[in-house]
Each structure stands twice: as structure tokens, then as C-alpha cells.
């Protein structure tokens, strides 16, 4: 079984502050390191590395090939990776501060001038049984979710960023979100928290499987739910831990693996990450997870 991930791919500029800039204020930064990102290359790689068949689409400029490398470095498949001569590749301006928390502004570069034709191109040769995983960094979301259900491909929706660009999306072709509370809550209306918003997404998108993940995770199959606790580790960054999370769940549930597992191999994945500085450099490999044993859990 194999999953395509058509995502962003962005070269993230991280800079090391005490604190985030507020408005007017002018801070200097101890540190700047240049790493590469985008949610659709993080969770590409950690897909790979949790051992999945693999397989991205995006777009980036000549500034961006590098990326391009790394991926195929890492065991995932680039064929559909273009490298652009009419425009830059995506970037992310990202403060890191003191306590590992980040705050990010974003350039979409390359990732929103994928077109229609770059999509039939992309999925040409892909049907039922194949898995589709979208974030929403990327231009055409709406038509690539359309092509994919006539497709019959199984489509899991990372929708970040949440936003109105969200609307336009065939929601109900969605058979899997992976999503944090703030966005589950930006798609139900729903202001509570925890199993009463993950109840709220199966009110709204029944048909779907929903995996909602922040300071530990939830997932609900049917009305089935199995909870899982976040595990407890001396925090460095935290931006890749959402894409490793999101990895190594679909890896562990497309090879078979019981939910919980598939949970609790996740939760170790993203706490191994954040540990770690960066984006894509932060994620673990699969035997690192395996042998991985934290202290407590939140």
C-alpha cells in the first residue's frame, strides 16, 4: 500500500529569541539556522522514516532543490517534485524562544502555483486502494480532493493552517482528519475541548475517522474512541511535532497496526522531535521510536 502526499516544501529560516517580537518592538536574535520544512515535506519524511511507501508532490524554485534532495534521501519518491525557474520556493520566517515555543510567518512561494494541470498530471497512475494525505499550504486543494474521490483514493486532511480557503473543499470526501483542537473547532463552531469537539467532528463528518492530537491525542473510528497521552520530555522546538505525529500515525494504521499502537508509536515519535531543534532534522527514525523510553506521561 502506498501513500501519496501532495504538500508544501519550504526552506525554514529559525531564528533563536528570548521572547517573540511584539507589535513595534524590535528584538535581537542569539541564534539563525536555516533547516528545511513545509508540513507536506515533515510528514513525508516521517512517514518514510516510520517506514511507509511514500511518495510527494509539490513544487519548489531553484532555491529550493535541496529539498528535493533530501526527500529522495530519505527514501521518498520524487517524481512528482518539480523544480520551478518562474518563482521562489516557499519560506518560513519562524521565532524559536526560550521555552521551545515557536511562532511562524509563512511565504507560499511555489507551494500555490501548483494548477490543474500539475494535478491530473500527479495523479495519473493512482486509484482505489492508494491513500491521499493533503495539508492546506498548498493552491488547488479543492480539485485535487475532487480528482482524488473520483479516483477512489482513501483522503486524509491535515487542515492547516485552518482557514476560509477551507470552505471551498469537499469536506465529505475526507476519510481521515488528523487535526488539533483549534482546528477542529474552526470546522464544527464547537468551543469545547477534548472528547466533546472530537464528538462534534463525528457529528459534522460521520463518515470520516478523526484523529485529534495536542497535549496527547484522541482518535475515534465509528464511535470507538482510544485516548493517549502525551509523553513528558525537556522541550526544545516544537515545530515539527504536530508533522511527526501525523507520519508516523498514518504509517502504523496503513500497515495494520491497532489504533493504540498506532497512537502510542506516535506520541513517542513527536516527543522524541521536539526534543530536538528544527523541522524535518527533529524527526526520529523508526528505531530510535522503538527503543525510546520516556519517564512519565502528561
Same mark, same amino acid.
Request: charged residues 20%.
Given at each position: 500500500?502506498?501513500?501519496?502526499?501532495?504538500?508544501?516544501?519550504?526552506?525554514?529560516?529559525?531564528?533563536?529569541?528570548?521572547?517573540?517580537?511584539?507589535?513595534?518592538?524590535?528584538?535581537?536574535?542569539?541564534?539563525?539556522?536555516?533547516?528545511?520544512?513545509?508540513?507536506?515535506?515533515?510528514?513525508?519524511?516521517?512517514?518514510?522514516?516510520?517506514?511507509?511507501?511514500?511518495?510527494?508532490?509539490?513544487?519548489?524554485?531553484?532555491?529550493?532543490?535541496?529539498?528535493?534532495?533530501?526527500?529522495?534521501?530519505?527514501?521518498?519518491?520524487?517524481?512528482?517534485?518539480?523544480?520551478?525557474?518562474?518563482?521562489?520556493?516557499?519560506?518560513?520566517?519562524?521565532?524559536?524562544?526560550?521555552?521551545?515555543?515557536?511562532?511562524?510567518?509563512?511565504?507560499?512561494?511555489?507551494?500555490?502555483?501548483?494548477?490543474?494541470?500539475?494535478?491530473?498530471?500527479?495523479?495519473?497512475?493512482?486509484? @482505489?486502494?492508494?491513500?491521499?494525505?493533503?495539508?492546506?499550504?498548498?493552491?488547488?486543494?479543492?480539485?485535487?480532493?475532487?480528482?482524488?474521490?473520483?479516483?477512489?483514493?482513501?483522503?486524509?486532511?491535515?487542515?492547516?493552517?485552518?482557514?476560509?480557503?477551507?470552505?471551498?473543499?469537499?469536506?465529505?470526501?475526507?476519510?481521515?482528519?488528523?487535526?488539533?483542537?483549534?482546528?477542529?473547532?474552526?470546522?464544527?463552531?464547537?468551543?469545547?475541548?477534548?472528547?466533546?469537539?472530537?464528538?462534534?467532528?463525528?457529528?459534522?463528518?460521520?463518515?470520516?475517522?478523526?484523529?485529534?492530537?495536542?497535549?496527547?491525542?484522541?482518535?475515534?473510528?465509528?464511535?470507538?474512541?482510544?485516548?493517549?497521552?502525551?509523553?513528558?520530555?525537556?522541550?526544545?522546538?516544537?515545530?515539527?511535532?504536530?508533522?511527526?505525529?501525523?507520519?508516523?500515525?498514518?504509517?502504523?494504521?496503513?500497515?495494520?497496526?491497532?489504533?493504540?499502537?498506532?497512537?502510542?508509536?506516535?506520541? @513517542?515519535?513527536?516527543?522524541?522531535?521536539?526534543?530536538?531543534?528544527?523541522?524535518?532534522?527533529?524527526?526520529?527514525?523508526?528505531?530510535?521510536?522503538?527503543?525510546?523510553?520516556?519517564?512519565?506521561?502528561?
Amino acid at each position: 500500500m502506498r501513500i501519496l502526499n501532495f504538500g508544501s516544501l519550504n526552506i525554514d529560516y529559525v531564528y533563536g529569541v528570548d521572547h517573540f517580537a511584539a507589535k513595534g518592538q524590535t528584538i535581537t536574535s542569539h541564534a539563525l539556522d536555516v533547516f528545511p520544512g513545509g508540513k507536506g515535506l515533515n510528514q513525508s519524511i516521517a512517514l518514510a522514516r516510520a517506514g511507509a511507501d511514500v511518495h510527494h508532490a509539490g513544487q519548489v524554485g531553484r532555491d529550493g532543490m535541496f529539498l528535493r534532495d533530501l526527500l529522495e534521501s530519505c527514501a521518498v519518491g520524487v517524481t512528482s517534485v518539480v523544480v520551478r525557474d518562474d518563482v521562489r520556493s516557499g519560506n518560513a520566517i519562524i521565532q524559536n524562544d526560550a521555552s521551545g515555543d515557536n511562532c511562524i510567518v509563512l511565504y507560499p512561494g511555489a507551494n500555490r502555483a501548483i494548477d490543474r494541470d500539475f494535478v491530473d498530471q500527479v495523479l495519473d497512475g493512482y486509484g @482505489k486502494g492508494d491513500w491521499l494525505l493533503l495539508q492546506n499550504e498548498i493552491s488547488e486543494l479543492p480539485y485535487i480532493v475532487s480528482r482524488a474521490k473520483a479516483r477512489g483514493m482513501f483522503i486524509v486532511l491535515n487542515p492547516s493552517p485552518a482557514d476560509s480557503r477551507l470552505d471551498e473543499v469537499d469536506l465529505d470526501a475526507i476519510g481521515c482528519f488528523v487535526l488539533n483542537e483549534g482546528e477542529a473547532a474552526m470546522l464544527t463552531g464547537a468551543e469545547e475541548d477534548g472528547e466533546t469537539l472530537i464528538r462534534a467532528m463525528r457529528a459534522r463528518f460521520s463518515q470520516a475517522d478523526i484523529a485529534l492530537g495536542e497535549c496527547g491525542s484522541m482518535y475515534l473510528r465509528g464511535d470507538h474512541v482510544v485516548t493517549q497521552s502525551a509523553y513528558l520530555v525537556d522541550t526544545v522546538d516544537t515545530t515539527a511535532a504536530g508533522d511527526t505525529f501525523t507520519g508516523y500515525l498514518l504509517a502504523d494504521l496503513m500497515s495494520g497496526e491497532p489504533i493504540a499502537h498506532a497512537l502510542d508509536f506516535a506520541a @513517542k515519535a513527536s516527543a522524541l522531535a521536539v526534543s530536538r531543534r528544527g523541522a524535518a532534522p527533529s524527526i526520529p527514525m523508526r528505531e530510535e521510536v522503538a527503543v525510546f523510553t520516556p519517564c512519565a506521561r502528561a
